[in-house]
């Protein structure tokens, strides 16, 4: 059973296109993050959420919206997209934080291209 | 933010040689996490160290935390083709509730 999945594993659009990566995860986690990692392979958070509740927004561009419909599901779309959005798009998940010992778990990623 | 520094960026190295990953920061670590990522694949867990002076084993993976909590190394002994991927090393804490800052990463390949 695949823990946190997300879908589509590979997206090409055009600039402008507006589009969505869903995630789900079937750990039973509260928590769900969203993570850009660029060509140079850094990996930058974007959102988390925390049984439905926005918790962190880091700096991300309002094109960028996600949306928690229940705690196993994270989903994020993309309006008005643009050539600097081409990236892979991981989904992660943990259990509620506590300390800072918790242990994220990713899916397989989304790699976006815009042309 | 806390800015994590991880060298080398890149390492090329045969199978059956040894090798060491470094992870720094000018701020002290709450906790440092090392994943491991292969292509295609998402991040995965390696190890979490906490305390300053911890070492940590994982097979032919050594884990190491500095006294002073700011630094962080990864050895590999006896590197096989199976350990190549990019190696990341991620810092928890702050004010930000879950959040993980990565280093760069380092990309290893290890050539049969």
């Known amino acids: 059973d695949t823990a946190v999945s997300q879908t589509p594993k590979y997206l090409v659009t055009q600039m402008g296109n507006d589009k969505s990566i869903k995630c789900e995860q079937n750990l039973g986690h509260d928590t769900m993050y969203w993570y850009k990692q660029d060509s140079k392979k850094f990996l930058k958070i974007m959102f988390s959420y925390n049984n439905k509740e926005l918790i962190i927004n880091e700096t991300v561009p309002n094109r960028f919206s996600p949306k928690s419909p229940d705690k196993a599901h994270l989903n994020l779309h993309i309006n008005s997209l643009e050539l600097g959005d081409s990236a892979v798009y991981f989904c992660?998940?943990?259990?509620?934080?506590?300390?800072?010992?918790?242990?994220?778990?990713f899916g397989p990623g989304t790699r976006l291209t815009v042309t | 933010t806390q800015l994590l520094e991880q060298s080398p960026q890149f390492l090329s190295i045969q199978e059956g040689e040894n090798l060491t990953v470094y992870c720094n920061s000018s701020?002290?670590?709450?906790?440092l996490q090392w994943y491991r990522q292969e292509p295609g694949e998402g991040p995965v867990l390696l190890v979490t160290v906490v305390t300053g002076g911890e070492v940590k084993k994982l097979k032919r993976l050594t884990f190491q935390f500095g006294d002073a909590r700011k630094d962080s190394s990864l050895h590999i002994t006896a590197a096989q083709p199976g350990d190549t991927g990019l190696y990341l090393c991620?810092?928890?804490?702050?004010?930000?509730?879950?959040?993980?800052?990565f280093g760069q990463g380092t990309i290893l390949t290890v050539h049969p």
């Open positions: 992660a998940s943990s259990q509620r934080p506590v300390g800072t010992t918790y242990e994220q778990y």
């Open positions: 991620a810092s928890a804490g702050g004010t930000s509730y879950g959040k993980l800052t």
């Open positions: 701020s002290v670590f709450s906790s």
